[in-house]
């Protein structure tokens, strides 16, 4: 199947700096990608959709100020959480659609301390 | 509201016997359904989908049946091993657009 690769698997930062997390599709093209939040033994949470070109759209009650989204090329997309506070961490999940089936990132454990 | 449903948090079963994990949903203009299983702190991968005109999928041991009118899928793992133990989450999607997650189901498959 096709390939969702994202960076960093893990990452520790301190409480309120800023931290990228990169979502690549590696061997097709994605005009829209998604991106999640799961918290422990919970679902996985939609948290905005991204789109290639134009603004991302968030789901009600994700701060779009907080979780910076940037689609800027066809297989890349950042989410950034901008000043990050302990309960900012989680496991965030990128994810892509190819031929009607979403192919999901390895995900980002993020701890804030 | 939940628009897909898995109402068993958690299933186990013996090893070698027939897991099946239940989904439902309640949006009509779902047409496509897929299956992924989740490993802890790793991301979801793809088992097997469903588009609404059929009502059975087979790939190896997994087999998914769909029925539409009562709005139930569901999965079927045949034999289990211990190495299908792991959260399986059931999604759908108004074909090629978003795909919205049930909650999961775990399954613990028993040696």
């Known amino acids: 199947g096709a390939v969702v690769s994202q960076h960093p698997s893990r990452v520790i930062c301190k409480s309120g700096t800023s931290v990228k997390i990169e979502c690549r599709s590696l061997?097709?093209?994605?005009?829209?990608m998604f991106w999640y939040r799961q918290f422990p033994k919970q679902s996985l949470m939609l948290m905005a959709t991204?789109?290639?070109?134009?603004?991302?759209?968030?789901e009600q009650g994700v701060e779009k100020d907080k979780f910076l989204i940037n689609h800027a090329s066809l297989t890349l997309s950042t989410l950034t959480v901008t000043s990050a506070h302990p309960e900012d961490s989680s496991f965030y999940i990128c994810?892509?659609?190819?031929?009607?089936?979403?192919?999901f990132g390895q995900g980002t454990r993020l701890t804030v301390v | 509201d939940q628009q897909v449903k898995q109402n068993s948090p958690s299933l186990s079963v013996q090893e070698g016997r027939i897991s099946i994990l239940n989904c439902d949903y309640t949006?009509?203009?779902?047409?496509?359904f897929l299956w992924y299983k989740k490993y802890p702190a790793e991301g979801p991968t793809f088992l097997i989908s469903?588009?609404?005109?059929?009502d059975k999928n087979e790939d190896g041991r997994f087999t998914v049946f769909l029925n539409k009118s009562a709005k139930h899928l569901s999965l079927h793992i045949v034999p289990s091993q211990p190495g299908d133990s792991a959260v399986y989450f059931c999604?759908?999607?108004?074909?090629?657009?978003?795909?919205?997650f049930g909650p999961g189901t775990r399954l613990s498959v028993l040696p």
């Open positions: 991204s789109n290639e070109g134009s603004k991302a759209t968030y």
């Open positions: 999604a759908a999607s108004p074909r090629g657009q978003n795909f919205v």
């Open positions: 949006n009509s203009m779902f047409d496509y």
């Open positions: 994810s892509a659609i190819d031929r009607l089936v979403a192919f």
């Open positions: 469903i588009s609404s005109i059929k």
């Open positions: 061997d097709f093209q994605a005009t829209t």
